[in-house]
T-cell receptor
Framework: DAGVIQSPRHEVTEMGQEVTLRCKPISGHNSLFWYRQTMMRGLELLIYFNNNVPIDDSGMPEDRFSAKMPNASFSTLKIQPSEPRDSAVYFC???????????FGEGSRLTVL | AQKITQTQPGMFVQEKEAVTLDCTYDTSDPSYGLFWYKQPSSGEMIFLIYQGSYDQQNATEGRYSLNFQKARKSANLVISASQLGDSAMYFCASYRGSTLGRLYFGRGTQLTVWP
């Protein structure tokens, strides 16, 4: 069975560029989560969707970050413009229930120069 | 916000021995769930075990068990018969019933298993 699929796995970009991270959740899962992991702040929830609807985006750092889920099988996290402090590993996770076990993707490692 | 505390930045254990990784949580919500995840050096997050606040018995999954002490608000992970492949970062996480979907993570414990 396919797990959560994220792309790209690695992204190196220059400050000011737009970055788009993609996620395909596990088929049948109705909740999708975007997390960011850094050494300084650990794992932080950025936003989560339930049935494609954003439920809580209070973790989104600022207006430069946006996330969409146009359908049940695809989500994007966009950073525009990117800054060096956005460098982190971004995880997408999905679950069958809002309070169920999270299945994580392998993460997208972003480096902003 | 839900606070998860893992007081051990690093732990060492000899192969085949048992090890306990500590986790305490802070919530007044009667309904909550506790998770443990493993993150090896390759970076992926692997679910290990789950305990619900209303579960009467401690959760077990193979060599993993959760020592759930509700009054102390602790949910320690016990790994029995450690293996070299258990070397990884371990995260405790929790949600509370009033904030379904918002999983709070601790800062993690780096476990090293030596031969």
């Amino acid at each position: 069975d396919a797990g959560v699929i994220q792309s790209p796995r690695h992204e190196v970009t220059e400050m000011g560029q737009e970055v788009t991270l993609r996620c395909k959740p596990i088929s049948g899962h109705n909740s999708l989560f975007w997390y960011r992991q850094t050494m300084m702040r650990g794992l932080e929830l950025l936003i989560y969707f339930n049935n494609n609807v954003p439920i809580d985006d209070s973790g989104m750092p600022e207006d430069r970050f946006s996330a969409k889920m146009p359908n049940a099988s695809f989500s994007t996290l966009k950073i525009q413009p990117s800054e060096p402090r956005d460098s982190a590993v971004y995880f997408c996770a999905s679950s069958l229930l809002q309070a169920g076990e999270l299945f994580f993707g392998e993460g997208s490692r972003l480096t902003v120069l | 916000a839900q606070k998860i505390t893992q007081t051990q930045p690093g732990m060492f254990v000899q192969e085949k021995e048992a090890v306990t990784l500590d986790c305490t949580y802070d919530t007044s919500d009667p309904s909550y769930g506790l998770f443990w995840y493993k993150q090896p050096s390759s970076g992926e997050m692997i679910f290990l075990i789950y305990q619900g606040s209303y579960d009467q018995q401690n959760a077990t999954e193979g060599r993993y068990s959760l020592n759930f002490q509700k009054a102390r608000k602790s949910a320690n992970l016990v790994i029995s018969a450690s293996q070299l492949g258990d070397s990884a970062m371990y995260f405790c996480a929790s949600y509370r019933g009033s904030t379904l979907g918002r999983l709070y993570f601790g800062r993690g414990t780096q476990l090293t298993v030596w031969p």
